[in-house]
């Protein structure tokens, strides 16, 4: 059966890279009826923290993907250390007691010694006995074959066939002087016991899999499949990083700024891989029915952000259009908590009416708070009096469509059609443009120009708050 494995580390917060390799796992285990597995790597110890830990279940849990096993590294160390025990009685990994590399794993030391150190490589079994019985620190390397140097060969799924010659692989480190296995040991060994059939992880592992695919031949296991997937970077060519690039590359940045957790899914497949046909816009099934590694790129893939715009405009884009294509009652639920945030209270039947208004105006959940602020706030953000005054008008104008307003509003039907047939009679009996009526009021209760269809405004605001702001808007103007 098809088995994949996602193992993050807990030493930051989930990084869109690491994000992409789950979603890639998890749909090339769903397209296959396979299993998806969730191993948290966590035996570098030093490094852990619950922080990042934490960090990682949020950002996985709002992917909304799930996972079918789970398991935890540091709860295996056992398991490590019985099969790294394997090797070594097997002839196949020796001691290393080199004070200099007690606590290193594969730290050169210089030039001829890179490889190997022939000292403890060849020291005979009994004295490796005797030493370590005496207490003294060591490392246990694995014995690359150097006697007739050969081949390690696998297929990659995306890179294609691979081979390294073991004259150019060092003696790597199994187990530490602490007792806790390397990465390359704790991975392999937990890879083999829970029967991970394809190991699908980022390019900068590939040069690992040679060494893997001689501990998988030492431990009498098949090694898996590999598929490594091209790198993320920078719109500079840096590969994108936690470090240089800070929270720009944080799934639950995403999640906070308002992208929809499928819009976000949508657009991570789209770096480095791409279906036959070219969409862009794809529905989580559509993905799952797509998705083969004979659609990834071998280049690395761009993530276009700036200082100034931190999210690529394509990632934007394609939340953007998911907003739009969402019923109402959904997209209501989703945006929900930004108002909230936002805005204190929100309760949830206001949202569902100012929903529809906002559903074309808004690329980004947490948008809510520009866009809809003056259907929650009491008082609206100062504005410059003249953007009250029309098209071809002038205060005087501004002010008697305004009273105008005051009166029809006072006593007007309100709803859309009742809104739409008094104002318009308005401006009829001013002599003015409907446009030339309906600006100074837009203004008004909302305080820009650019806001959403005016009667469907005024009627969400109700009779109250209309009146309210039309009546400061008219001081404004008396001041002028």
């Known amino acids: 059966m098809l088995r994949v494995r996602f193992a993050p580390s807990p030493t930051g917060y989930l990084h869109i890279g690491s994000a992409r390799t789950f979603i890639f796992n998890w749909l090339y285990a769903r397209h296959n009826g396979g299993t998806v597995i969730l191993r948290i790597d966590d035996t570098d110890v030093e490094r852990n923290s619950q922080q990042s830990l934490d960090s990682i279940f949020e950002g996985l849990k709002w992917l909304d993907l799930g996972w079918d096993e789970f398991y935890r590294q540091s ?6 250390r019985q099969l790294t025990q394997v090797i ?22 210089d030039a001829a010694t890179w490889l190997y150190n022939p000292g403890a490589r060849e020291m005979s079994q009994e004295e490796s006995d005797r030493r370590a019985a005496a207490g003294e620190p060591f490392v246990i390397r694995f014995r690359v074959p150097r006697e007739t140097a050969e081949d390690v060969r696998f297929n990659d799924a995306v890179y294609g066939p691979q081979s390294k010659s ?3 692989i060092e003696d790597f480190a199994l187990l530490r002087s602490n007792g806790v296995p390397t990465y390359h040991m704790a991975s392999c060994a937990d890879d083999a016991d829970i029967r991970i059939s394809h190991i699908i992880r980022g390019q900068d592992h590939l040069t690992n899999t040679f060494k893997h695919v001689l501990i998988f031949r030492a431990l009498g296991v098949e090694p898996p499949q590999f598929a490594h997937l091209p790198l993320l970077i920078a719109p500079d060519g840096s590969k994108l990083s936690k470090r240089k690039h800070g929270p720009v590359v944080s799934v639950t940045t995403y999640r906070d700024a308002g992208f929809l957790a499928h819009a976000f899914v949508n657009f991570v497949c789209l770096l480095g891989w791409s279906p036959k046909n070219d969409r862009d816009r794809m529905s989580r099934q559509e993905l799952v029915d797509a998705f083969g590694f004979e659609g990834v790129n ?8 700036s200082d100034a715009d931190p999210f690529d405009p394509k990632a934007v884009w394609l939340n953007a259009e998911t907003i739009r294509g969402m019923a109402i009652p959904d997209l209501c639920r989703e945006v929900l908590p930004f108002a909230e945030r936002a805005f204190g209270a929100a309760p949830a039947d206001k949202m569902l009416r100012v929903t529809p208004l906002i559903q074309e105006r808004i690329k980004l959940l947490g948008d ?31 002010r008697r469509a305004l009273e105008s307003a005051q009166r029809i509003l006072a006593g007007a039907e309100f709803t859309h059609d009742g809104l739409d047939a008094a104002l318009r009679a308005g401006a009829q009996e001013l002599k003015v443009k409907a446009g030339q009526m309906f600006q100074p009021i837009r203004v008004a209760v909302c305080g820009r120009k650019n806001a959403p269809p005016l009667f469907e405004t005024l009627e969400t605001l109700g009779r109250e708050t209309c009146l309210e702001r039309i009546a400061k808007a008219i001081e404004m103007l008396e001041k002028q």
């Open 75 to 80: 709860d295996r160390l056992d398991l490590h």
């Open 88 to 109: 070594f009685d097997k002839g196949l990994a020796y001691r290393d007691f080199t004070p200099a590399q007690a606590d290193i794993e594969d730290k050169p030391r």
């Open 166 to 168: 073991t004259a150019d």
């Open 298 to 305: 071998r280049a690395n893939a761009t993530i276009n952000f």
């Open 368 to 398: 809510v708070a520009t866009v809809a602020d003056f259907f929650f706030v009491r008082e609206l953000a100062p504005y410059d009096v003249a953007e009250l005054i029309p098209q071809k008008g002038d205060l005087a104008m501004a």
